[in-house]
């Protein structure tokens, strides 16, 4: 029997202890064919893959386990979508590190509909729920799918919100989807399979570990043109999607709270960054009013969040530290340390002004990190 290369991605993704990185090795080797059903040891360690791992491709990579593992999953209701195929979220595909294999339950097609992350702290404050709670029911009432990542606190507050609305919701999670996380949470992931969507990058059985969630936040970045930071604290892993949604060229929101909270801590630090001030649902919904249905769209945008501003428009925005470091770019692509050479400032204070100017959409970060003006 010949097997599809969806069928040999998605085996790939079986393999416990294959990555990102170890997939893409394969796929640059060429093996992404028939023939990798029967590759010895050496053939995989040609292709980059550790001693280890190639042993364990060599044990159980072929066409019977393949379909074993597809009937599993198939008996649980949970379907596959690869890089490879037209159905796969457009807007996923542009990020620098998009998941190979998408595991899902529920409607697929929300995927590729103008979408927003919302995300926050486990712990919120009520103010926290109650902003949330109201910024989700609206943008999905005005037809944005609410993404988020079934986590408690403000992740289920948003997602509850969502749901009965024309936008509904998509839970992005950190395990296999036969592992609800946390377990508290299994009602409300199962709703969200009826009416919604429910996605991972991770098989069938991988149990929940600290060490996927920031992997998971690229996924919940990558799928939306926009990360709103309802609630978090300065080291909350919140951040970490908004980093993931501007390394992806996307924009970030942020919610003021109150400056005696601990919780306001991190969406204040983005909004001293630059990110855009959310005081009602019309704050978020305006920027992407082009991509809601009887708008004249299609929904997608070709690449990107939209078109940037002419330089002028930009330059008007930015302080003189900006402007300067704005120039220097206009020049062309720099490497980190290039900028570090031409400035002379310190790396915290680089690091600083290039992370404004990305926020602003003035500049944008290549894999590698090379910077460039957009």
């Given amino acids: 029997m010949h097997m599809e290369t969806r069928d040999l991605l998605f085996g790939l993704n079986e393999v416990e202890g294959i990555g990102w990185k170890s997939m893409d090795r394969i ?24 001693g280890k791992m190639s042993a364990r491709l060599n044990a159980v990579f072929n066409e019977e386990w393949i379909l074993q593992r597809r009937s599993l999953m198939e008996a649980s209701g949970v379907s596959m979508v690869t890089l490879l195929d037209e159905g796969y979220p457009v807007q996923l ?40 709670e109201m910024l989700a029911e609206q943008l999905s009432a005005a037809g944005l799918t609410v993404i988020s990542g079934l986590a408690r606190g403000i992740d289920s507050v948003c997602h509850e919100a969502a749901l009965s609305g024309a936008g509904s919701t998509i839970a992005v999670v950190a395990t296999g989807l036969d592992k609800v996380y946390p377990p508290e949470n299994r009602e409300l992931e199962q709703q969200i399979s009826r009416v ?3 996605i991972s990058e991770y098989p069938l059985g991988t149990p929940s570990h600290p060490g996927l969630f920031p992997q998971r936040n690229r996924i919940i970045a990558g799928l939306s043109l926009g990360t709103v930071v309802v609630e978090a604290d300065s080291r909350s892993g919140s951040l970490i999607t908004a980093d993931a949604a501007l390394e992806a060229g996307r924009d970030v929101f942020a919610v003021p709270g109150p400056l005696t909270s601990p919780k306001s801590r991190g969406a204040l630090e983005l909004i001293k960054q630059g990110a855009k001030v959310v005081t009602s649902s019309a704050d978020i919904v305006e920027e992407y009013i082009a991509y809601l249905p009887g708008k004249g769209t299609s929904g997608t945008p070709a690449s990107g969040s939209g078109p940037s501003d002419g330089d002028g428009l930009i330059e008007k925005k930015l302080t003189s530290e900006e402007l ?19 400035t002379r400032w310190d790396f915290g204070h680089l690091h600083s002004v290039l992370l404004s100017l990305i926020i602003k959409k003035a500049v944008t970060q290549l894999p590698g990190a090379i910077y460039k003006v957009i």
């Fill in 27 to 50: 796929r640059q080797a060429g093996l992404l064919t028939n023939e990798a059903l029967s590759c010895s040891v050496t053939d995989w360690e040609r292709a980059g893959i550790s």
């Fill in 196 to 198: 919604g969507l429910v």
């Fill in 93 to 132: 595909k542009e990020t620098p590190q998009p998941p190979w294999v998408l595991y899902y339950r529920g409607r697929l097609e929300l995927a590729s509909r103008p979408s927003v992350a919302m995300v926050g702290t486990r712990v919120p404050t009520a103010y926290g729920r109650k902003i949330g």
């Fill in 324 to 342: 300067h470091l704005y120039h220097i770019l206009h020049q062309g692509p720099f490497t980190l340390d290039e900028l570090l050479a031409s």
